[in-house]
Protein backbone atom coordinates (compact mmCIF):
# COMPACT_ATOMS: atom_id res chain seq x y z
CA UNK A 1 0.00 0.00 0.00
CA UNK A 2 0.97 3.69 -0.49
CA UNK A 3 2.02 5.87 2.52
CA UNK A 4 1.22 9.13 2.57
CA UNK A 5 2.02 10.52 5.92
CA UNK A 6 2.44 11.97 8.48
CA UNK A 7 5.78 11.47 9.46
CA UNK A 8 8.55 12.92 10.68
CA UNK A 9 12.89 12.55 10.68
CA UNK A 10 14.61 13.87 13.45
CA UNK A 11 18.42 14.31 13.19
CA UNK A 12 20.25 14.53 16.34
CA UNK A 13 23.72 16.04 15.85
CA UNK A 14 26.98 15.61 17.95
CA UNK A 15 30.59 17.39 17.89
CA UNK A 16 31.92 14.55 18.80
CA UNK A 17 31.22 10.42 19.07
CA UNK A 18 29.03 9.46 21.84
CA UNK A 19 30.26 7.30 24.74
CA UNK A 20 27.35 4.48 23.80
CA UNK A 21 27.62 2.79 20.94
CA UNK A 22 24.53 2.12 18.72
CA UNK A 23 23.66 -1.25 19.83
CA UNK A 24 23.35 0.14 23.00
CA UNK A 25 21.31 3.17 21.99
CA UNK A 26 18.81 0.84 20.11
CA UNK A 27 18.38 -1.53 22.94
CA UNK A 28 18.13 1.55 25.24
CA UNK A 29 15.15 2.48 22.71
CA UNK A 30 13.64 -1.07 22.24
CA UNK A 31 13.54 -0.99 26.21
CA UNK A 32 11.74 2.38 26.59
CA UNK A 33 9.35 3.25 23.78
CA UNK A 34 7.18 -0.19 24.54
CA UNK A 35 4.06 1.95 24.30
CA UNK A 36 1.48 -0.57 26.25
CA UNK A 37 1.86 -3.27 23.62
CA UNK A 38 3.26 -6.49 23.77
CA UNK A 39 3.15 -6.79 19.51
CA UNK A 40 6.85 -5.57 19.20
CA UNK A 41 9.72 -6.08 16.30
CA UNK A 42 13.24 -4.83 16.26
CA UNK A 43 14.64 -5.16 13.36
CA UNK A 44 18.10 -4.82 12.24
CA UNK A 45 19.13 -3.80 8.60
CA UNK A 46 22.95 -3.61 8.23
CA UNK A 47 24.91 -2.48 11.85
CA UNK A 48 23.79 1.10 11.16
CA UNK A 49 20.27 1.00 10.91
CA UNK A 50 17.47 -0.04 12.80
CA UNK A 51 13.74 -0.49 13.07
CA UNK A 52 11.44 -0.59 16.01
CA UNK A 53 7.95 -1.81 15.13
CA UNK A 54 4.97 -1.64 17.50
CA UNK A 55 1.73 -2.92 16.52
CA UNK A 56 0.95 0.11 13.79
CA UNK A 57 3.59 2.67 14.59
CA UNK A 58 7.22 2.25 13.59
CA UNK A 59 10.31 4.10 15.06
CA UNK A 60 13.54 4.05 12.78
CA UNK A 61 16.93 4.84 14.07
CA UNK A 62 20.43 5.55 11.77
CA UNK A 63 23.62 6.10 13.01
CA UNK A 64 25.58 8.63 10.60
CA UNK A 65 29.30 8.49 11.12
CA UNK A 66 31.21 11.45 9.45
CA UNK A 67 33.01 11.31 6.08
CA UNK A 68 36.08 12.95 7.85
CA UNK A 69 37.27 12.68 11.42
CA UNK A 70 36.34 16.18 12.30
CA UNK A 71 33.17 16.33 11.16
CA UNK A 72 30.42 15.73 13.55
CA UNK A 73 28.35 12.23 14.47
CA UNK A 74 24.50 12.27 13.90
CA UNK A 75 21.67 10.07 14.91
CA UNK A 76 18.80 9.90 12.49
CA UNK A 77 15.26 9.36 14.55
CA UNK A 78 12.42 8.67 12.18
CA UNK A 79 8.62 8.16 13.19
CA UNK A 80 5.59 7.11 10.74
CA UNK A 81 3.11 4.06 10.35
CA UNK A 82 4.50 0.64 11.03
CA UNK A 83 4.55 -1.42 6.79
CA UNK A 84 1.51 -2.53 5.85
CA UNK A 85 -0.67 -0.14 8.39
CA UNK A 86 -2.47 3.53 8.29
CA UNK A 87 -0.61 5.91 9.94
CA UNK A 88 -1.71 5.76 13.65
CA UNK A 89 -1.17 9.77 14.52
CA UNK A 90 -4.18 11.11 12.50
CA UNK A 91 -2.13 14.68 11.66
CA UNK A 92 1.22 16.04 11.79
CA UNK A 93 0.91 18.05 15.39
CA UNK A 94 0.13 14.08 16.78
CA UNK A 95 3.02 13.28 14.99
CA UNK A 96 5.48 15.71 16.04
CA UNK A 97 4.09 15.29 19.79
CA UNK A 98 5.32 11.73 19.83
CA UNK A 99 8.72 13.02 18.75
CA UNK A 100 8.96 15.47 21.39
CA UNK A 101 8.10 12.71 23.64
CA UNK A 102 11.06 10.39 22.55
CA UNK A 103 13.42 12.85 22.22
CA UNK A 104 12.93 14.14 25.99
CA UNK A 105 14.13 10.81 26.57
CA UNK A 106 17.26 10.34 24.22
CA UNK A 107 18.41 13.63 24.67
CA UNK A 108 18.78 12.71 28.73
CA UNK A 109 21.56 10.43 28.16
CA UNK A 110 22.38 11.40 24.39
CA UNK A 111 22.39 15.28 24.78
CA UNK A 112 22.84 16.80 21.50
CA UNK A 113 24.49 20.19 20.45
CA UNK A 114 21.67 20.47 17.23
CA UNK A 115 18.49 19.09 16.43
CA UNK A 116 16.99 18.95 13.08
CA UNK A 117 13.31 17.75 11.70
CA UNK A 118 11.75 17.79 9.11
CA UNK A 119 8.50 16.23 8.26
CA UNK A 120 8.10 12.96 5.69
CA UNK A 121 5.15 11.82 3.55
CA UNK A 122 6.78 8.61 2.58
CA UNK A 123 7.34 5.35 3.72
CA UNK A 124 10.36 5.46 6.47
CA UNK A 125 12.55 2.52 5.26
CA UNK A 126 16.38 1.80 5.27
CA UNK A 127 16.41 3.59 1.76
CA UNK A 128 14.88 6.46 2.89
CA UNK A 129 17.42 6.73 6.02
CA UNK A 130 20.10 6.06 4.05
CA UNK A 131 19.49 8.83 1.77
CA UNK A 132 19.31 10.99 5.09
CA UNK A 133 22.45 10.07 6.62
CA UNK A 134 24.20 10.58 3.08
CA UNK A 135 22.88 14.68 2.70
CA UNK A 136 23.66 15.10 6.67
CA UNK A 137 27.39 13.56 5.53
CA UNK A 138 27.65 15.48 2.15
CA UNK A 139 26.20 18.76 4.14
CA UNK A 140 28.86 18.57 7.13
CA UNK A 141 31.54 17.97 4.25
CA UNK A 142 30.97 20.41 2.16
CA UNK A 143 30.55 23.25 5.05
CA UNK A 144 33.87 24.25 5.95
CA UNK A 145 34.13 24.48 2.35
CA UNK A 146 31.40 26.57 1.46
CA UNK A 147 32.40 29.01 4.41
CA UNK A 148 36.01 29.28 3.35
CA UNK A 149 34.64 30.44 0.04
CA UNK A 150 31.87 32.97 1.40
CA UNK A 151 34.65 34.46 3.48
CA UNK A 152 37.18 34.86 0.77
CA UNK A 153 34.52 36.30 -1.25
CA UNK A 154 33.71 38.55 1.70
CA UNK A 155 37.31 39.74 1.88
CA UNK A 156 37.47 40.59 -2.25
CA UNK A 157 34.00 42.59 -2.02
CA UNK A 158 36.10 44.56 0.93
CA UNK A 159 39.39 44.52 -1.10
CA UNK A 160 39.82 48.51 -3.12
CA UNK A 161 38.45 47.18 -6.60
CA UNK A 162 41.14 49.02 -9.34
CA UNK A 163 39.91 50.48 -12.52
CA UNK A 164 40.08 47.32 -15.08
CA UNK A 165 41.91 48.80 -18.22
CA UNK A 166 40.30 50.36 -21.03
CA UNK A 167 40.05 47.84 -23.77
CA UNK A 168 38.12 49.36 -26.17
CA UNK A 169 39.27 49.69 -29.48
CA UNK A 170 40.67 52.84 -30.87
CA UNK A 171 38.28 55.01 -32.85
CA UNK A 172 38.60 55.12 -36.72
CA UNK A 173 39.33 58.96 -35.71
CA UNK A 174 42.23 58.34 -33.24
CA UNK A 175 43.85 55.75 -35.88
CA UNK A 176 43.99 58.37 -38.64
CA UNK A 177 45.18 61.22 -36.19
CA UNK A 178 47.86 58.69 -34.70
CA UNK A 179 48.88 58.22 -38.66
CA UNK A 180 48.83 61.65 -39.69
CA UNK A 181 51.07 62.39 -36.66
CA UNK A 182 53.18 59.88 -37.83
CA UNK A 183 53.71 61.40 -41.27
CA UNK A 184 54.28 64.43 -40.02
CA UNK A 185 57.09 63.83 -37.78
CA UNK A 186 58.89 61.96 -40.94
CA UNK A 187 58.10 65.10 -42.67
CA UNK A 188 59.66 67.21 -40.18
CA UNK A 189 62.58 64.85 -39.82
CA UNK A 190 63.38 65.13 -43.95
CA UNK A 191 63.15 68.89 -43.63
CA UNK A 192 65.50 69.09 -40.44
CA UNK A 193 68.09 67.47 -42.26
CA UNK A 194 67.73 69.43 -45.14
CA UNK A 195 70.97 72.37 -45.47
CA UNK A 196 70.03 75.95 -45.62
CA UNK A 197 66.03 75.57 -44.15
CA UNK A 198 65.05 78.56 -43.91
CA UNK A 199 63.79 80.33 -40.47
CA UNK A 200 60.44 80.36 -41.11
CA UNK A 201 61.10 76.72 -41.69
CA UNK A 202 62.74 75.93 -38.12
CA UNK A 203 59.92 77.82 -36.19
CA UNK A 204 57.38 75.50 -38.20
CA UNK A 205 59.57 72.07 -37.49
CA UNK A 206 59.92 73.25 -33.59
CA UNK A 207 56.25 74.00 -33.56
CA UNK A 208 55.18 70.80 -35.33
CA UNK A 209 57.63 69.34 -32.61
CA UNK A 210 56.06 70.46 -29.97
CA UNK A 211 52.48 69.33 -31.05
CA UNK A 212 54.06 65.88 -31.72
CA UNK A 213 55.58 66.17 -28.11
CA UNK A 214 51.44 66.63 -26.77
CA UNK A 215 49.76 63.87 -28.88
CA UNK A 216 52.76 61.29 -29.35
CA UNK A 217 55.51 61.79 -26.68
CA UNK A 218 58.10 59.90 -27.79
CA UNK A 219 58.04 61.14 -31.34
CA UNK A 220 57.87 64.86 -30.54
CA UNK A 221 60.26 64.59 -28.39
CA UNK A 222 62.57 62.61 -30.60
CA UNK A 223 62.07 65.64 -33.25
CA UNK A 224 62.53 68.39 -30.79
CA UNK A 225 65.98 66.72 -29.83
CA UNK A 226 67.09 65.97 -33.04
CA UNK A 227 66.15 69.67 -34.21
CA UNK A 228 68.07 71.80 -31.35
CA UNK A 229 71.33 69.16 -31.67
CA UNK A 230 71.29 69.48 -35.36
CA UNK A 231 70.94 73.76 -35.10
CA UNK A 232 73.64 73.83 -32.29
CA UNK A 233 76.24 71.94 -34.42
CA UNK A 234 75.22 72.65 -37.29
CA UNK A 235 78.46 73.79 -39.46
CA UNK A 236 76.83 76.54 -41.19
CA UNK A 237 75.67 77.91 -37.99
CA UNK A 238 78.88 77.49 -36.55
CA UNK A 239 80.79 79.53 -39.26
Not at 28 to 57: C, P, S
Request: charged share 25%; glycine share 6%; proline share 8%.
Amino acid sequence: MTYSGPGIVAALRFAQCPELQFADIVEEFDIAFRFGTDHRALIWQGEDTAFLDRENLRLGLRWVSPLVAEDPWHLVLGLSAAPGHDTPFGTQEVCEAFLSHILDHATGYLPPEQVLQTPIDEMLDAELLKEMADNLRLGEYAAPKRARRNRADAEEAEAPQRPAPDKRPQSPEMDALREALNEAAQDGEQLADQDGVSLPMHITIYVLGATLLLHVPPVGGALLTYSVLRDGFSPARAA
